[in-house]
């Protein structure tokens, strides 16, 4: 057996780091990565090569990632406190069930949003909208909520979600992820239903729309705007210029000109933006360490090591593992989209949605209470995981452009 490469030593180290001590994640998480850095400078080679000049080109290949995630994480924020002025939120009490069920409901919505939109917005949407209707008082369970109804509504749509998207760039077919919404809406019932009744318990959804609430409609405008240009721009680009996709963030780039274009009718609260890239700059950190980590294969594809998958995207970064595994082939591309887009809602930093969702409530910075609090995100998984392979089995799908074999043998069951 060989040994464990000291690089996930220190990465353990990082992420037990920023469970134990969550008031100081940002220095853990950014001390994290420069000791990694040099531990593979001096004495373990990158995969891009060895010393300073591995390291340049590491950075190389991964700056378009990093950039796309602080644009899109600094950039909604500031779409979701646009959408919070809008009034919106304010009104939907009106349309909600006023007991329990109102805040089902605002996850389902979430849910569907997510698979439209960038779930990271979704994410951002539903934290504004929940806000607002329980009056300030949103609890932790409640928020691992949303983050898993944000998730989980992005993994069967290739627009949905980062990893869903590099499937789709691969060349596998948008109705091989589809049927990840099978354990999706199973997971949204077994974890929706107690986090509805726990934020209720905490503090009852608002009954009525504010007497003073009036919608802004130009606010709308605006919110409507960046996210129809993110969207546009995600799927032009996957559609007519994949060569280069990975050569420039142009959805983050997209969002930030239509918010620019947009300050001449409303202006963004720039206020936000120092919290919102200190949050950022955090979750880039712990995928820098991350891609660091001398992973270059994973067991063979079957569904027993995609479900394992959807555990280790709890504390590891689902990008590289997703890219891995196209490389290798041989995966049922619905449970993997399950798998690597459900499972990091399992812990507050496992998702660049749970990162920016703590980043408007950093109470919930706490792995410890995350999962105390939301414990039925990860019942979730394990049960929408089970109820899809035994309604379709796992079924290899077709091989992805850049594969290095053919889709293998898998067992069905």
């Not at 509805?196 to 009954?207: D, N, Y």
């Not at 792995?367 to 414990?375: P, T």
Request: overall charge neutral; some cysteine; charged content about 10%.
């Amino acid at each position: 057996m060989s040994a464990i490469p000291f690089e996930f030593v220190l990465f353990a180290v990082v992420l037990l780091g920023v469970a134990l001590f969550h008031r100081f994640t940002l220095p853990i998480a950014l001390g994290g990565a420069v000791v990694i850095a040099l531990y593979k400078v001096f004495l373990s080679p990158f995969a891009t090569g060895p010393g300073l000049g591995g390291l340049v080109a590491h950075l190389g290949h991964e700056w378009v990632i990093l950039v796309n995630l602080l644009l899109l994480l600094v950039g909604f924020a500031l779409l979701a406190k646009h959408f919070e002025e809008s009034q919106v939120p304010a009104m939907l009490p009106r349309y909600l069930p006023d007991d329990w069920r109102g805040g089902f409901v605002l996850l389902a919505l979430v849910f569907v949003l997510s698979g439209f939109l960038d779930n990271i917005a979704a994410a951002m949407i539903g934290g504004a909208i929940a806000y607002t209707v329980f009056r300030g008082k949103v609890h932790i369970g409640y928020l691992a909520g949303i983050v898993a109804a944000s998730n989980a509504g992005g993994a069967g749509s290739v627009v949905g979600d980062t990893t869903t998207t590099m499937m789709w760039i691969a060349g596998i077919s948008p109705l091989e992820v589809l049927k990840a919404y099978i354990a999706a809406s199973v997971a949204l019932v077994i974890f929706g239903i107690p986090a509805a009744l726990q934020q209720h318990k905490h503090s009852p959804i608002q009954k009525d729309a504010s007497a003073s609430a009036q919608i802004d409609w130009v606010r709308v405008g605006v919110v409507a705007f960046i996210l129809v240009a993110a969207v546009a721009v995600n799927v032009i680009v996957n559609t007519r210029f994949n060569s280069v996709s990975d050569a420039f963030p142009f959805l983050g780039a997209a969002v930030w000109v239509a918010l620019l274009l947009t300050a001449l009718l409303r202006r963004p609260d720039w206020a936000l933006l120092p919290g919102a890239f200190k949050g950022s700059v955090f979750l880039l950190s712990l995928v820098l360490c991350a891609s660091m980590m001398p992973v270059d294969k994973l067991p063979a594809a079957s569904w027993q090591s995609a479900l394992g998958l959807g555990f280790l995207s709890a504390v590891f970064d689902n990008i590289p593992l997703t890219a891995l595994a196209i490389k290798q082939g041989g995966y049922d591309w619905g449970f993997l989209a399950y798998a690597v887009g459900f499972g990091g809602s399992m812990i507050w930093f496992g998702s660049s949605a749970g990162v920016a969702l703590t980043n408007m409530y950093p109470e919930a910075r706490s792995v410890w209470l995350w999962l105390r609090h939301g414990w039925f995100v990860a019942v979730a998984y394990v049960v929408g995981f089970f109820v899809m392979l035994a309604l379709v089995g796992f079924e290899p799908g077709s091989t992805p452009r850049g594969s290095v074999a053919p889709a293998a043998a898998a067992p069905a069951n």
